[in-house]
């Protein structure tokens, strides 16, 4: 039913700038939170950054200052702005969104390449 639906990914040169954004579909009224995990070949999953309907944030270290999640609640929207990035931050991102009385939703996954 409810579907994530995540854009934005692509090829960039280093200490150049991305924004993803992830929509939700389909019937819900509130989200209580939204954000991206991001996998590289041979590595864990990490937690790159997320945000409550609250607008209280939490980013992985590695990218503290350099990214900015923003979202709309009416729309169940959020969008991660990826700026000065590092090969480093090459990886499939995948976002989630959990929401009251449902399990977590996971995006299809967008692929970023930071490289010369």
């Known amino acids: 039913q409810v579907q994530l639906v995540e854009s934005g990914g692509g090829l960039v040169q280093p200490g150049g700038s991305l924004r993803l954004s992830c929509a939700a579909s389909?019937?819900?009224?509130?989200?209580?939170?939204m954000g991206w995990y991001r996998q590289a070949p041979g590595k864990q999953r990490e937690l790159v950054a997320r945000?409550?309907?609250?607008?209280?944030?939490t980013y992985a270290g590695s990218v503290k200052g350099r990214f900015t999640i923003s979202r709309d609640n009416a729309k169940n929207t959020v969008d991660l702005q990826m700026n000065s990035l590092k090969p480093e931050d090459t990886a499939v991102y995948y976002c989630?969104?959990?929401?009251?009385?449902?399990?977590?939703?996971w995006g299809q996954g967008t692929q970023v390449t930071v490289s010369s």
């Open positions: 989630f969104m959990s929401a009251q009385g449902m399990s977590v939703l």
């Open positions: 389909g019937s819900i009224f509130r989200f209580n939170a």
């Open positions: 945000i409550t309907s609250g607008g209280t944030t």
